[in-house]
């Protein structure tokens, strides 16, 4: 494991945009703009992989992540053929408010047992404030997950938990670099972690796109519509 | 001749690449079927003979990765019946899409996927490091999905989406497991995992979250509301092979990681037993209040699943006899329900084709018109409800016979009225189906194939029961590894 010195402040720089790029990506409405948002997120993971000493993953993060499944959620909104074009605009509610205590419960416990699990693997004056790169970047990716994690349970847009779920995984990855460090076997993961998140991409945007044109919905529920 | 790996990877890649050719040119004859996948199983055979006088094991190298497996008598048992079930549902489905008009695209698509489903599954059984695992799971769970979604209709495409969705979060789970794992530990083989990890709080954690995914993949109750659906809309032979074998790979790996990991986690184990147990009772409610056949048949998977979490209370902390009395039940529960449920979804399916009816109500007068399929029906029940002589007979025997030289009383009580359950859904189809006076729908032929199939599968799952002996021979002959 060979970890190529990064400037602090390159690294906060990077984490920053990284977090921003999240946050725009999954609460924008507009569901052009969200895309590009993650496209452009995956190519700052493909960065961090590069300043990791990665440049494997790196190109990657930026075919698979990048290129193929942004290139794929921006080709089904363009639409496809004879079938017809998905709103761009998001307009469906949130999920209720009866079932968030238990959404907020799973979310917590989710994020506690990885920040118990972190704090005893690292120990807590590594995280406070994170000192190396490696830790910045798995608090980076805990706070991601949360983000992703919240999007995923109270959004309704298939479109736009498919994009939470990506983010979710870039979080988990993030986590795993910061863990263990780019070594094969983190790499190997990662890879197959990318290939599945792609590969579940296309399947879910297929569906979508078929849902759409035969139901006129772009949630799993058919009340919510479209 | 021994085997040797090549021949491993042979029966790993075959699958795939018959189903490629398949999915070019779908077939429409059940004999081209038999005549290209017969040696599968064959080849399956004579590796678990093979293994007989020792596991293989070895690792590959890729680079600087290395990836390890091992071929032992589980594995070997599982890996033949794998090969037994898609099979069977391979020849059921040509025979299917002859009986029924299927979209010509989407048959074609069913065989990579089924080739798919196969090399995954095989990975799961003879993976020995995490890597190899997720790869394999994620495969299947990939495959699955896509079986799902074929139908094409509103209904299966809602369903195989929020499989999708359920089926993502759960790799999401457990690659963070797995992350904690290698942080804590910086290995990711089981052998060495098993050796050098110990049961401290991350390692907990990381087994917590593996646990949540494979329960959420495996639909272990509470986190089986994605199933029902999905088999409300699936094709027959999918929901076969998907009902009998996709869900089980999910408790396999939970149970290989739980003894690898920790042992003797007895509060852990509990609390997995006690999901298990309510699984049991929820599953066969929902059985007995369900509308359609097909969704009784579901629910009965998750009922039937449950009784497989029983394993972890009677594994931890017990002595060995009890030990190895939970292992056998668990292993011949597993390959009974595989081959009573895959028959038992044939055999609803048959009825729903040839009465076109959906609910339990249209079964009217099935018992004259289709005897065989409802005999069928009746011969997979005899195994979900534990009668004697079946396989289901013989693991809940075991279980009882562990639960009270261990003093777990509670498993007895979830044991009993289970079979209560089952026997209760599994009579109000076969009172649906004697009624004589009611209007009778049009029936429509079926190939005798589909039949006959669903049959011998029914058979087998009692038949496993009469010679328990056999399989039981090959489950770590030492002991509970």
Redesign the interface.
């Known amino acids: 494991m060979s970890l190529s010195p990064m400037a602090p402040a390159a690294a906060w720089v990077l984490a920053g945009l990284l977090l921003l790029l999240a946050g725009v990506c999954l609460l924008q409405r507009h569901l052009w703009r969200a895309c590009q948002g993650f496209v452009a997120f995956a190519l700052l993971m493909s960065l961090a992989w590069l300043l990791l000493g990665a440049p494997w993953l790196a190109l990657a993060e930026a075919l698979l992540g990048a290129l193929l499944t942004g290139g794929l959620l921006l080709w089904t909104l363009r639409g496809r053929g004879a079938l017809p074009r998905l709103p761009t605009l998001d307009r469906t509610a949130r999920r209720g408010r009866l079932a968030a205590p238990l959404r907020w419960l799973l979310i917590l416990t989710w994020l506690g047992?990885?920040a118990?699990?972190l704090v005893?693997?690292l120990g807590l004056e590594a995280l406070a404030p994170p000192a190396s790169v490696t830790t910045l970047l798995a608090a980076t990716g805990v706070l991601i997950m949360g983000l992703g994690l919240w999007a995923?349970s109270t959004q309704r847009h298939?479109l736009r938990?498919l994009l939470a779920?990506n983010l979710?995984?870039s979080g988990?990855f993030l986590?795993?670099a910061g863990?263990?460090g780019p070594g094969?076997?983190?790499?190997?993961?990662i890879l197959?972690?990318l290939v599945?998140?792609l590969?579940?991409s296309v399947?879910?945007a297929a569906?979508?796109l078929?849902?759409h044109a035969?139901?006129g919905q772009v949630t799993?529920n058919?009340v919510f519509g479209t | 001749m021994s085997p040797t790996p090549l021949h491993l990877l042979w029966l790993l890649f075959a699958p795939l690449a018959l189903g490629l050719l398949a999915w070019v040119r779908p077939p429409r004859h059940s004999g081209w079927v038999l005549l290209a996948a017969l040696p599968l199983p064959l080849v399956a055979l004579w590796l678990l003979l093979g293994v007989e006088t020792g596991p293989m094991a070895g690792r590959l190298a890729l680079g600087p990765l290395t990836l390890h497996w091992r071929l032992d008598g589980l594995a070997a048992s599982l890996w033949l019946l794998t090969q037994l079930l898609l099979l069977a549902s391979a020849l059921y489905a040509a025979s299917y899409a002859h009986a029924t008009p299927l979209r010509t695209r989407g048959y074609a698509w069913l065989w990579p996927l089924l080739g798919g489903l196969a090399l995954g599954l095989g990975l799961i059984w003879i993976a020995a490091d995490l890597l190899l695992l997720y790869a394999g799971l994620e495969l299947m769970g990939l495959c699955a999905v896509g079986m799902m979604l074929l139908p094409g209709s509103v209904e299966a495409l809602t369903a195989g989406l929020r499989y999708l969705l359920f089926a993502l979060v759960g790799s999401l789970t457990w690659l963070l497991g797995i992350a904690l794992l290698l942080g804590a530990w910086g290995r990711l083989d089981l052998a060495g995992l098993a050796a050098v990890a110990q049961p401290d709080p991350v390692t907990q954690i990381a087994v917590a979250l593996l646990a949540s995914g494979l329960l959420l993949k495996g639909a272990i109750f509470p986190l089986h509301s994605w199933l029902a659906p999905v088999h409300d809309s699936a094709w027959t032979p999918i929901s076969a092979i998907h009902g009998a074998l996709v869900v089980k790979a999910s408790f396999f790996i939970l149970l290989l990681l739980w003894r690898a990991l920790l042992p003797e986690a007895i509060a852990g184990a509990w609390a997995l037993g006690l999901l298990g147990s309510l699984a049991v009772l929820w599953g066969g409610v929902q059985a007995w209040r369900a509308v359609g056949l097909k969704q009784l048949v579901a629910w009965s998977t998750v009922g039937q699943l449950g009784y497989l979490m029983l394993a972890f209370p009677l594994l931890a902390g017990t002595s060995a006899a009890v030990a190895l009395m939970a292992w056998q039940a668990t292993w011949l529960q597993l390959a009974g329900h595989a081959l009573a449920k895959a028959a038992m979804f044939m055999a609803a399916g048959n009825l729903l084709l040839s009465t076109g009816a959906h609910r339990l109500e249209g079964l009217t007068g099935t018992s004259r018109r289709l005897p065989l399929s409802l005999m069928t029906f009746g011969f997979a029940a005899v195994t979900l409800m534990g009668l004697p002589p079946s396989a289901g007979f013989t693991a809940k025997w075991l279980w009882l016979q562990a639960s009270l030289a261990s003093g777990q009383w509670l498993w007895v009580l979830v044991l009993a009225l289970g079979s209560l359950l089952s026997a209760i859904y599994v009579f109000r189809v076969l009172r649906c189906s004697f009624v004589e006076d009611a209007p009778e729908p049009a029936f429509r032929p079926l190939p005798l194939g589909m039949e006959l199939i669903a049959l011998v599968l029914a058979l087998a799952a009692i038949g496993l029961g009469l010679a328990a002996a056999w399989p039981l021979s090959f489950l770590a002959p030492a002991g509970v590894p």
């Open positions: 047992l990885i118990t699990a005893g693997l995923f298939l938990r779920f979710l995984g988990v986590v795993l863990l263990a094969a076997e983190i790499r190997g993961l197959i972690g599945v998140a590969l579940g399947l879910g569906l979508l078929r849902l035969r139901a799993l058919p």
